[in-house]
């Protein structure tokens, strides 16, 4: 019965080192992920510093994320509501 302990405790070491090494992992990459969200901070304020509205260099980030199907659509979507009430 020994050996049989002896397998599972091995198993349950390797289980919790694989755990551990995982959180830290994780950890790690939310730390970096604090740093970079940081620098993005800052170089928002370095535009807006220099005169740049933070709240449109925001859009223009976000919109040269899309897919240019998706932003010609939402595009053609928006001309069509603001055509619809008039403006």
Known sequence: MADGSA???GATTIA???????????ERLEEEKAAITNDVKEVYAEAKGEGYD????????????????DRQEQEALLDLYLSAIGE
């Open 7 to 9: 397998s599972v405790e």
């Open 16 to 26: 919790a080192d694989r755990l551990r090494s995982i959180i830290e992992r994780v």
């Open 54 to 69: 933070v709240k449109i260099l925001r859009q223009v980030v976000r919109i040269r994320k899309m897919d240019t199907a």
